[in-house]
């Protein structure tokens, strides 16, 4: 059983930057692929970027490439969401996602889910 604890979410304004992390126990981190995911309010989980468990290949939504950077530290049981130039329609609660030994893009392909943290980007 794999636990996932993310942090780092807060109130931050329109072009600023947050850095979510994820920290994971329970399991050899090495062996999971790591997602992140977000759902704004009264909208579905939506796929924002993932990472292979050796951090080679990295996916990203198309709504964030070039702004959010996914990284992991295997020594850390860490997965990161590096978060610039934010936008109002960011605001929502990440959620990190574990998968064992691959990635998705659905929330389906995941095995196990942190309880989230909230980002809220003000205009």
């Known amino acids: 059983q794999v636990q996932l604890v993310e942090s780092g979410g807060g109130l931050v304004q329109a072009g600023g930057s947050l850095r979510l992390s994820c920290a994971a126990s329970g399991g050899t981190f090495s062996n999971y692929g790591m997602g992140w995911f977000r759902q704004a309010p009264g909208k579905e989980r939506d796929f924002v970027a993932a990472?292979?468990?050796?951090?080679?290949?990295?996916y990203y939504a198309d709504s964030v490439k070039g702004r959010f950077t996914i990284s992991r530290d295997n020594a850390k049981n860490t997965v990161y969401l590096q978060m610039i130039s934010l936008r109002p329609e960011d605001t929502a609660v990440y959620y990190c996602?574990?998968?064992?030994?691959?990635?998705?893009?659905?929330?389906?392909?995941?095995?196990?889910w942190g309880r989230g943290t909230q980002v809220t980007v003000s205009s």
């Open positions: 990472i292979m468990r050796s951090g080679s290949s990295t």
């Open positions: 996602a574990a998968r064992h030994l691959g990635v998705g893009v659905a929330i389906s392909s995941y095995d196990y």
